[in-house]
């Protein structure tokens, strides 16, 4: 254990070898950790005495300590039961049986109140209330996706977690984080595609809850959990390692990094982590009809094309932050003269644009400024534009370059997605609609 302030180390422990799993009470007075002789051991830390032990019937994938530090749960494959409950020196008891699942994977989080804790196995998301034991809500995932081993909840009873798809070999590509309403299943943003460490999806949420960490090959991403945005990275690279674990100080102040070749290192955050909330209380959210906004499209510098959910459409004066003069128009029966639904490439832009602050120059010449709301907030934002790049032979669009490059529209056929070109061509024929007066 070491002095975070004085990088020193002030004590050790010795605790049996072959150790597995290990998480330190959140009273940090005790260390629970799991052996590869199938052994749950829980330690002193001032005097390094074993206080309590539990055998198990198989290794530990997943370990976890309630916030009360009254008990610890863990989930692996041992026969029928995967999930096991503990009080320190009484018998552990199973809660889950008879998941179906191909990988050996899953994960624990708890709620920070300890009522609640959610386990994953490959797919599937299961959550138990922590007093009783009964099962609170069972979300099977769908079998084209990869839930990673990380993942947080809020307090308003959401899930973030890193998605990929599974492609034709079953390897998970193109993660992106996720976040999902624990009651209704769903899914309320995705982020851009993220350069995931070779390690893992590693994932901590600061304890405000107003944003969360991943782990990339770049190093520590910070995203806002109000909408996914990424607002900024803390550069991190060790020659032939990557990031083996993220963790948080209580206060958010401290962010260790554990790196695959045993290093460990604490960066001091400060203030310097601060969620750039977007401002946008002069931009209407809904239509005169009362229509929540969808997207709002630049057609040319000072004039926006705002499209509606049920199908109305405005024109705006303004800039990237505001509406000044809003001016509704009518398109008889547009459907026949657009390539896409405008619910489509909503849907499509969520899940696809590249993250980027309309107030600072595109990224290439030919694109096109692309606002996303949900819930009448904006959420994502960037610029839309295609690009050929003759020696990928690959088309650009945001974050994703080309899925295949022989055939970029590939991924359309296989997953049901849009292309970057018919998303293209699907603004590009909305802003057709504008009068030209």
């Not at 830390?45 to 539990?54: F, I, N, Q, T």
């Not at 929540?292 to 004066?317: C, I, M, S, Y």
């Given at each position: 254990?070491?002095?975070?302030?004085?990088?020193?180390?002030?004590?050790?422990?010795?605790?049996?070898?072959?150790v597995?799993?290990?998480r330190?009470?959140?009273t940090?007075?005790?260390l629970a950790?799991?052996?590869d002789?199938?052994?749950?051991?829980?330690?002193e830390?001032?005097?390094?005495?074993?206080?309590?032990?539990?055998h198990?019937?198989?290794?530990?994938?997943?370990?976890?300590?309630?916030?009360?530090?009254?008990?610890?749960?863990w989930?692996?494959?041992?026969?029928?039961?995967?999930?096991?409950?503990?009080?320190?020196?009484?018998?552990?008891?199973?809660?889950?049986?008879?998941?179906?699942?191909?990988?050996?994977?899953?994960?624990?989080?708890?709620?920070?109140?300890?009522?609640?804790?959610?386990?994953?196995?490959?797919?599937d998301?299961?959550?138990?209330?922590?007093?009783?034991?009964a099962?609170?809500?069972?979300?099977?995932?769908?079998?084209?996706?990869?839930?990673?081993?990380?993942?947080?909840?809020?307090?308003?009873?959401?899930?973030?977690?890193?998605?990929?798809?599974?492609?034709?070999?079953?390897?998970?590509?193109r993660?992106?984080?996720?976040?999902?309403?624990?009651?209704?299943?769903?899914?309320?943003?995705?982020?851009?595609?993220?350069?995931?460490?070779?390690?893992?999806?590693?994932?901590?949420?600061?304890?405000?809850?107003?944003?969360?960490?991943?782990?990339?090959?770049d190093?520590?991403?910070?995203?806002?959990?109000?909408?996914?945005?990424?607002?900024?990275?803390?550069?991190?690279?060790v020659?032939?390692?990557?990031?083996?674990?993220?963790?948080?100080?209580?206060?958010?102040?401290?962010?260790?990094?554990?790196?695959?070749?045993?290093?460990?290192?604490?960066?001091?955050?400060?203030?310097?982590?601060?969620?750039s909330?977007?401002?946008?209380?002069?931009?209407?959210?809904?239509?005169?009809?009362?229509?929540?906004?969808?997207?709002?499209?630049?057609?040319?510098?000072?004039?926006?094309?705002?499209?509606?959910?049920?199908?109305?459409?405005?024109?705006?004066?303004?800039?990237?932050?505001?509406?000044?003069?809003?001016?509704?128009f009518?398109?008889?029966?547009?459907?026949?003269?657009?390539?896409?639904?405008?619910?489509?490439?909503?849907?499509?832009?969520?899940?696809?644009?590249?993250?980027?602050?309309?107030?600072?120059?595109?990224?290439?010449?030919?694109?096109?400024?692309?606002?996303?709301?949900?819930?009448?907030?904006?959420?994502?934002?960037?610029y839309?534009?295609?690009?050929?790049?003759?020696?990928?032979?690959?088309?650009?669009?945001?974050?994703?370059f080309?899925?295949?490059a022989?055939?970029?529209?590939?991924?359309?056929?296989?997953?049901?997605?849009?292309?970057?070109?018919r998303?293209?061509?699907?603004?590009?024929?909305?802003?057709?609609?504008?009068?030209?007066?």
């Open positions: 254990m070491w002095d975070v302030e004085t990088a020193q180390a002030v004590s050790r422990i010795k605790v049996a070898k072959g597995n799993l290990a330190l009470f959140p940090g007075d005790r950790a799991t052996f002789d199938m052994t749950v051991r829980v330690y830390l001032a005097s390094g005495e074993k206080s309590a032990s539990a198990q019937t198989g290794r530990t994938v997943a370990l976890a300590v309630s916030p009360d530090a009254a008990r610890v749960y989930a692996g494959f041992f026969g029928d039961a995967v999930l096991w409950s503990w009080i320190p020196g009484e018998n552990p008891k199973p809660l889950l049986k008879e998941v179906f699942t191909f990988e050996k994977r899953c994960g624990l989080s708890l709620s920070r109140d300890g009522a609640e804790l959610w386990c994953f196995f490959e797919w998301l299961v959550g138990f209330d922590t007093q009783t034991g099962e609170l809500a069972r979300f099977r995932g769908s079998r084209s996706e990869d839930l990673g081993d990380g993942f947080v909840l809020s307090s308003e009873r959401c899930a973030v977690a890193v998605v990929s798809v599974l492609n034709r070999d079953d390897e998970p590509v993660p992106r984080l996720r976040k999902w309403n624990l009651e209704s299943g769903r899914t309320l943003w995705n982020s851009g595609i993220m350069r995931i460490s070779p390690d893992g999806s590693l994932l901590t949420m600061a304890r405000s809850e107003r944003w969360l960490a991943s782990a990339s090959k190093g520590v991403t910070f995203h806002s959990m109000r909408s996914g945005r990424a607002f900024g990275v803390l550069p991190f690279e020659p032939g390692a990557g990031i083996s674990c993220l963790s948080l100080s209580p206060n958010d102040r401290f962010l260790a990094v554990g790196t695959s070749n045993g290093d460990l290192i604490v960066y001091d955050l400060g203030d310097s982590i601060h969620e909330r977007v401002a946008v209380p002069r931009i209407a959210a809904c239509s005169r009809n009362g229509s929540p906004l969808l997207l709002r499209l630049r057609n040319r510098t000072g004039q926006w094309l705002k499209v509606h959910e049920n199908g109305d459409l405005e024109r705006a004066e303004g800039d990237a932050r505001s509406d000044t003069v809003v001016t509704p009518i398109v008889s029966d547009p459907g026949p003269r657009l390539t896409e639904h405008p619910a489509r490439l909503h849907m499509e832009l969520c899940r696809r644009l590249q993250q980027y602050d309309l107030t600072k120059p595109p990224p290439w010449g030919q694109s096109h400024p692309v606002q996303v709301f949900i819930g009448g907030e904006l959420v994502v934002e960037g839309v534009g295609v690009e050929s790049d003759m020696e990928a032979h690959t088309d650009i669009f945001g974050l994703d080309g899925l295949n022989e055939n970029p529209s590939v991924g359309e056929r296989l997953d049901g997605n849009l292309s970057a070109r998303i293209l061509d699907g603004i590009v024929g909305l802003l057709a609609l504008l009068p030209t007066d």
